[in-house]
């Protein structure tokens, strides 16, 4: 086959999976799990195929006119460069580890069928953003993975926690795709087409009237999808999901689907230094306040969640200073060490029983009941600290040197300015960074106190003088997979250059030596304070593990065995009781957290996201609440007084007639009369008056 059909069946398969997963889940369960990991599978071996036929070298395109439209014609167009490639596999590797971790994970969840169906539904979108040529068909992807996550945010939908977010996930992305679709129209109308080759060219030969509009009418789209401030509040509240959803959509779907939209047509951006401006702007403002912010979440999804927000930032920096090389290099090696760092909170959350780093750093033993977790975790968290030689030292010090060379005058594309606010910035959020790592890693897994209640099956080892067994080997195995990338990626920083059409992604000796050293204060920094806080911490019985296993933990203290309890529940249940037993994270006190010591006054509202919830409450959702209530008001209280007074009046003359009708033959023989006579007089009267 040539690369174009391999590429066509890329997105097809997971597709035709999904929709085969929806038809057959209820009949046909027993083929669910091959028909969710099967597709993906085979679409990872192809979407290889192509990126080694594709080998960085010349974009491989195709098209055929889709519909005539009378105007701007829309063509159903392939367009795969180095970069489509390279991110078409990221997607199908993460897709197909999440798939395969979710059966052991949802083992008993009555709706996997539904779940791993919108899984390989959402892959598949995503793979057609990748691969698309023409805006509109690529429109389409970006949809489908907006609807696909309500539902997969939202999947405990008993839970008010994921109702709320699944609709706010929803919702916020929505609002910047209102503009976004804007600037799509008025980019097609500049140029002339939909196709991403033409739009390109038009940009290139100065056929764009509008570039400043148009670049920041798409930013807004970029900015809800891909979580960039003052979008971004959806992200960490879509933590209600289950954990395996929240890898495939940080890692390699969605917020991913923002910055590689940019880095296609970065060109168009370039166009205008104000655009490039507001993205370095956007880029500063959300690294350092997510990584602020994630020094300060209790919850661990949380401290996850906003790192993927300043991981984020960190690409939108790249491309704010010109090199979509550096940002898309970053996105590759961080879709496969924080795909790695959710699934292996996943396993923890597990284990431990609870969602909570506080209740977790009073328990003991987590690192020998889940070595697999602890040890690729480990990995994950130093890729992310960007400490080498981890994948992410060498994707972020592409990104940091892409931002030095535009500081210095070196880049034709980006104002010096901007170089300078992501420069600064990109170091300040090396830091925070390397400190929220070293404090999960230290709460997590140097907790001390007694253990959380074990499984069943563990018990019954232990009274056998057995070895306690570990994960299911469906979560395990996925974990090494994904570590190997995270470890061994930024190695092969020398070939990956030629796929991104840049001369260079190695570091420098000057940003590598700032990194890694102000990444070193903040892990140093963060020990330290941790050390100082240690016996302050207390040892009692963690209130999470309570919370999650509270019939676990009532057996245990009978003498009995504990009920055992799939991943997915154990979830559900410490999402659902996180707020009840530990309080809100902004006014709980933990006495060994050392992120309090670290952020000081600073804290309490880090914690709750720099009150940005409650601004956007005082700012958008309360006027829109009275505004409709006053509507409500005016439609009962004067619309329907009007509807209601046209009923009554002939109401009232029906009642006046209904009286009139007594059934009494005399009396209408009566009223006959008297009309007759009243008539008669009125004749006579009339005609003497005319006489």
């Not at 167009?77 to 997607?91: I, K, M, R």
């Not at 994970?105 to 779940?115: E, I, K, M, T, V």
């Not at 009232?652 to 008297?674: E, I, K, M």
Request: with cysteine.
């Amino acid at each position: 086959m040539t690369t174009t059909t391999l590429a066509v069946l890329v997105p097809l398969l997971p597709f035709l999976g999904a929709v085969a997963g929806l038809l057959l889940g209820r009949t046909a369960p027993g083929f669910v799990r091959p028909l969710a990991i099967l597709p993906t599978l085979a679409a990872l071996a192809l979407a290889v195929t192509v990126a080694v036929h594709q080998g960085g070298g010349k974009a491989v395109d195709a098209a055929t006119r889709l519909t005539p439209t009378g105007g701007v014609p829309v063509d159903l167009a392939l367009h795969v460069d180095g970069f489509a490639a390279l991110v078409a596999v990221l997607v199908t590797v993460v897709a197909t580890c999440v798939q395969v971790y979710s059966t052991a994970y949802l083992r008993d969840d009555p709706r996997y069928a539904s779940y791993a169906a919108l899984v390989s539904l959402f892959t598949s979108a995503m793979l057609l953003v990748v691969y698309s040529g023409d805006l509109m068909v690529l429109l389409v992807g970006w949809e489908i993975m907006g609807i696909c996550s309500y539902f997969l945010v939202g999947h405990y939908w008993e839970t008010p926690q994921a109702r709320a977010a699944s609709l706010k996930a929803f919702l916020i992305t929505k609002l910047g795709d209102v503009p976004f679709l804007f600037g799509l129209f008025a980019l097609a109308a500049d140029a002339g087409t939909f196709r991403i080759t033409g739009v390109l060219d038009a940009v290139a030969t100065g056929g764009l009237d509008h570039p400043t509009l148009i670049a920041l009418l798409l930013v807004a789209g970029v900015a809800g999808k891909s979580a960039q401030f003052p979008l971004h509040t959806w992200l960490p509240d879509a933590m209600a999901g289950p954990t395996p959803v929240s890898a495939l959509i940080h890692a390699a779907t969605m917020v991913a689907a923002g910055v590689y939209f940019v880095a296609r047509l970065l060109p168009v951006f370039a166009a205008s230094a104000a655009a490039m401006t507001v993205l370095a702007v956007m880029a500063a403002v959300t690294m350092v306040g997510s990584a602020l912010a994630a020094l300060a979440q209790d919850d661990i999804k949380r401290v996850l969640a906003y790192s993927t927000i300043g991981q984020l930032g960190y690409m939108t920096g790249a491309l704010a200073v010109g090199d979509r090389g550096a940002a898309v290099f970053h996105l590759l090696t961080h879709g496969a060490f924080k795909a790695l760092l959710f699934l292996g909170a996943g396993v923890i959350i597990h284990a431990a029983g609870t969602n909570s780093l506080a209740a977790m750093s009073r328990m003991g033993g987590l690192p020998k009941r889940i070595p697999d977790a602890y040890w690729t975790m480990t990995i994950a968290l130093l890729a992310l600290a960007a400490i080498p030689p981890f994948a992410g030292f060498f994707s972020k010090e592409a990104v940091l040197v892409a931002a030095e060379h535009t500081a210095l005058g070196d880049s034709a594309t980006s104002p010096i300015g901007a170089g300078w606010i992501v420069l600064i910035a990109g170091l300040l959020t090396a830091l925070l960074t390397a400190a929220y790592a070293t404090r999960l890693w230290l709460l997590a897994f140097r907790g001390h106190g007694p253990a959380a209640p074990a499984l069943p099956q563990a018990l019954d080892s232990v009274r056998a003088g057995e070895t306690p067994p570990r994960q299911p080997l469906a979560m395990s195995a996925v974990l090494w997979v994904l570590a190997v990338p995270s470890l061994a990626l930024g190695l092969a920083v020398g070939r990956l250059a030629g796929w991104f059409d840049v001369t260079s992604l190695a570091p420098t000796v000057t940003t590598a030596v700032l990194s890694t050293g102000v990444a070193a204060v903040g892990g140093i920094m963060t020990y330290a304070s941790w050390r100082a806080l240690r016996y302050k911490a207390g040892t009692n019985v963690p209130l999470g593990a309570v919370a999650a296993h509270p019939q676990a933990l009532d057996s245990v203290r009978a003498g009995e065995t504990p009920p055992d309890a799939d991943p997915a529940a154990s979830e559900v249940e410490a999402i659902a009781t996180h707020e009840a037993v530990h309080g809100s994270v902004a006014s709980a006190p933990d006495p060994g957290d050392p992120g309090r010591l670290l952020l000081g006054p600073l804290h309490r509202h880090a914690a709750t996201g720099f009150h940005l919830d409650a601004l956007y409450v005082a700012l958008f959702v309360r006027p829109v609440r009275a505004g409709a209530e006053l509507v409500r008001f005016l439609d009962r209280e004067v619309v329907d007084t009007y509807v209601r007074a046209a009923g009554a009046l002939p109401r009232l003359l029906g009642t006046a007639v209904r009286r009139a009708q007594t059934g009494n033959v005399q009396t209408y023989l009566a009223a006959l009369l008297a009309g007759s006579v009243v008539l008669a007089i009125a004749a006579v009267l009339v005609a003497a008056a005319g006489a």
